[in-house]
């Protein structure tokens, strides 16, 4: 629906952040494009984590997987 970024349309692998809502107790898809996250040489992250930064954007972390160390990034609205 929305097409592909630079990173996604070389890969298979694809990150990003989709938006739901809850309404009359029912998970829906809203019309909000998707936010997609820029791939690191086509490897994928485990993202586990996702808060809201304000009206800045986003904090996601992974877990230990696939790295042995934990990632904490910042996705910023565009």
Known sequence: KY???P???LSET?????EYKIKNNQIILTDNP???IELEGGN???WEAIARYEDKGFLIATDK???PYTI???IPYN
């Open 3 to 5: 097409g592909q970024g």
């Open 7 to 9: 990173t996604h349309s």
């Open 14 to 18: 694809v990150e990003r952040l989709v």
């Open 34 to 36: 998707h936010i997609e």
């Open 44 to 46: 994928s992250r485990n």
């Open 65 to 67: 997987y696939p790295k």
């Open 72 to 74: 904490l990034a910042f």
